[in-house]
């Protein structure tokens, strides 16, 4: 039995190689953020608007006790899953853990890429997210740093360098192609 979770900051690329490992290995593939979107029937920011980010952060963490209990999966989680309660603990309990890592310049430009709109980055001009992301990333590295595993994330812009990345990451993990 194979379970893999992906942990790292917003914009590490948790999603994209997930999904591309995931494949790689034949295995399920569960975003945790999903995940609680098609439980709850709302998505991320909504919750966050609704309940604030406390409320979030329980229902993330009931949703992990669900997501990291399926087997042959490569699950990614949010970006603040590891930092709260004793979630990593308990991922490093349930899965190989992988602390995708990156650097506040990759992660930014990940982050315009992408489309999904973040509360905790919402508003913010480039200035700030600058700054938001270098200080917030400082306080959970420490979290983060517990996986079980780090992979350094360069820029995942096209199809290679994902590809490349999947397979850099199967080597880490030693897991053999058939
Ligand atoms: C968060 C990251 C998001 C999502 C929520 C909070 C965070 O997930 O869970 O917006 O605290 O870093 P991604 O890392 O998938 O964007």
Not at 58 to 67: F, G, K, P, V
Not at 130 to 144: A, E, V
Request: hydrophobic letters at 35%; a negative charge; aromatic letters at 10%.
């Amino acid at each position: 039995m194979i379970r893999i979770i992906l942990i790292g900051y917003m914009g590490a690329g948790k999603t994209t190689l997930g999904k591309a490992l995931a494949q790689e290995l034949k295995l399920q593939f569960y975003d945790l953020d999903w995940y609680i979107e098609e439980r709850f029937h709302k998505t991320v920011a909504q919750i966050f608007a609704e309940r604030g980010e406390d409320g979030f952060r329980e229902i993330e963490q009931n949703m992990l006790h669900e997501a990291a209990e399926f087997e042959n999966v490569v699950l990614a989680c949010g970006g603040g899953t590891p930092c709260f309660f004793d979630n990593m603990d308990y991922m490093n309990r349930q899965a190989k853990t992988v602390y995708l890592k990156a650097t506040p310049d990759i992660l930014i430009r990940h982050l315009r890429m992408g489309k999904t709109e973040r509360p905790l980055l919402k508003g913010k001009n480039d200035e700030e997210l600058l700054q938001y992301i270098t200080s917030s990333l400082q306080t959970r590295t420490p979290y983060y740093s517990r996986a079980h595993y780090t992979f350094d994330v360069n820029l995942l812009n096209n199809s290679e360098h994902i590809k490349d990345a999947v397979r850099s990451l199967k080597e880490l993990l030693n897991i053999k192609s058939e």
